[in-house]
């Protein structure tokens, strides 16, 4: 047989029975009708849905990898804001459905083969809640979308007719890739023969393909900024309008949008970085970004627990394509990594600096300008309701050295995980001067906090870094923390830019990367390309 058939029956085979000595027992004919059925999506990821496709119910990773992807609806296409796209059973705008991935079922043979036969999408019990599917209805209007497979809908008979055929199908994706869901879902085109009224039927042929659910993917510090997020503030100790100010000015250097988050919506919380985490999802065919909402429902210190949550320790995991990297910080009295490193662009070795907050390199400046004869020169300087710190009085205090050798002790535990697991030599971290002091929390419970305003918690957008302004000791008419900063960071091309966040955001337990977010560039690689 050559093709699909054109009539039920058309094609036929002679069957015959021979005894021992060679003649014919008996002779049948055995009618038949070849149908030909292809379920297809993406299995290229190239962006176009292939027919008659093979290897459709195996995903596998690489450049030369095969297998659909899929995309998790969250974002808002509809004609309102509302809630998320995946919250409707119904498609909400032209932009909605373009988020879906198509699947295209293709059938070729007599029309005759379904009077006795059905042809049925189906997707398991396990798999539905992950997914929805809407059968197109043939013309432009949104209506014609229809919901078929999901929860509660677990089979769909589609109505064929003789001849070729190609339906389309729009299927959209509901839950990430977490804890007890690899992110793999399965659709199933099968066509059963009728066997009477209370039997579903017998399976005849099944084809299927196999979608993964797109990973949510975040983005470093060393990828192209776009656009820039900061809360308008007004408390107790005044407003940040100054501090807005320098963010805006950072980020028109930087070429950056710019969006302050006003107080009617901040509701008094400064700290947006905590509160979400900016990343995208991608498909051959869309790409867009998705916002991770943290679990915190209170302040800094508050929402600083000891340790991140199962929850969303076992969601990084699931996505596969960006392991997570656990670190120690349970010595600070906040506890976000953030007060102790933070990540720089450089045009040489890997990409990247690695900067890590330094006790050590701060005593041996303070050490340097001491026995240069400076010993008096102050920290916190012209700074209202701040006592001011002379560099002996610093060095000279043995429990201040004691609570930065415990400092230093826990950041060079993380130094030898950060360099193991990123595969770092000590040629692409830098050290950047900074002191802690031991703090209680309104719990009760000690850490460290930043004595002086943390140095490693910047912003950062391309070559341009918005850094704490430390108030450190000015020797000839300038910081000489200051100064340190910009003879490690300038010769790697990177412009220093310090912004004063000492009361409205040193004061509260953060700093300027703390009460700034960043959305950026997405990576260049495809996540399906690489191999976890």
């Not at 990821?45 to 292939?50: A, D, F, L, P, Y």
């Not at 023969?193 to 797109?214: C, L």
């Not at 200051?482 to 091309?493: D, I, K, W, Y």
Request: charged share 20%.
């Amino acid at each position: 047989m050559n093709g699909p058939s054109s009539a039920v029956n058309d094609n036929k085979v002679r069957v015959s029975y021979y005894g021992p000595t060679g003649e014919m027992l008996a002779s049948a004919l055995l009618y038949l009708t070849c149908m030909a059925i292809s379920l297809d999506a993406d299995t290229n990821r190239n962006g176009v849905v292939q027919t008659n496709s093979t290897n459709k119910s195996k995903w596998t990773w690489g450049p030369d990898g095969k297998g659909a992807v899929l995309l998790v609806n969250c974002d808002r296409d509809g004609p309102s804001s509302g809630e998320m796209d995946s919250a409707y059973l119904h498609v909400r705008s032209q932009e909605d459905l373009q988020d879906m991935s198509l699947m295209i079922l293709t059938t070729e043979g007599p029309a005759g083969i379904f009077e006795n036969h059905k042809l049925i999408l189906q997707v398991s019990m396990s798999d539905a809640p992950k997914l929805r599917v809407f059968h197109d209805g043939g013309n432009t209007s949104l209506s014609s979308y229809k919901h078929v497979l999901g929860s509660g809908k677990l089979s769909y008979t589609v109505e064929c007719s003789g001849g070729k055929q190609q339906k389309s199908f729009f299927v959209e994706g509901l839950d990430f890739p977490d804890a007890g869901f690899e992110g793999l879902v399965y659709l199933n085109a099968t066509l059963l023969e009728a066997s009477g009224q209370s039997s579903p039927g017998t399976p005849v042929f099944s084809d299927t393909v196999v979608f993964r659910v797109a990973p949510w993917i975040m983005t470093p510090n060393t990828m192209k900024p776009l656009e820039v997020f900061v809360c308008s503030i007004v408390d107790s100790l005044g407003s940040n309008k100054s501090f807005l100010e320098a963010v805006r000015m950072l980020a028109k250097e930087a070429n950056c949008k710019l969006t302050v988050c006003p107080l009617e919506e901040n509701q008094y919380d400064r700290w947006i970085q905590d509160e979400m985490e900016l990343g995208y999802v991608e498909a051959p065919h869309k790409l867009f970004p998705v916002v991770f909402d943290s679990p915190r429902n209170s302040g800094l210190e508050e929402a600083g627990a000891r340790q991140m949550t199962q929850i969303v320790r076992d969601f990084l995991y699931a996505q596969k394509v960006q392991s997570p990297v656990e670190l120690y910080s349970d010595w600070l009295r906040v506890g976000h990594v953030d007060e102790f490193m933070t990540f720089v662009p450089a045009p040489d070795r890997k990409g990247f600096r690695l900067l890590l907050a330094s006790p050590f390199a701060c005593y041996k400046l303070f050490k340097e300008k001491q026995r240069e004869g400076y010993g008096d020169a102050a920290l916190f300087e012209g700074l209202r309701k701040k006592r001011r710190k002379t560099i002996d009085e610093i060095i000279n205090n043995k429990s201040y050295y004691r609570v930065n050798a415990d400092a230093q002790s826990c950041i060079d535990w993380n130094r030898s995980i950060l360099k193991r697991k990123l595969g770092l030599s000590e040629g692409d971290i830098i050290d950047i001067p900074q002191l802690f002091l031991l703090e209680e929390s309104r719990v009760g419970a000690s850490g460290a906090g930043a004595f002086f305003p943390n140095m490693v918690n910047m912003l950062v957008l391309g070559k341009h870094l918005g850094i704490p302004k430390p108030f450190g000791p000015v020797i000839d008419g300038q910081c000489c923390l200051e100064a340190e900063v910009r003879s490690l960071l300038e010769p790697l091309g990177l412009t220093c830019t310090f912004i004063d966040d000492f009361f409205s955001y040193h004061v509260y337990k953060g700093e300027v990367h703390c009460g700034t977010n960043v959305r950026r560039e997405p990576f260049s690689c495809h996540w399906w390309n690489i191999v976890p």
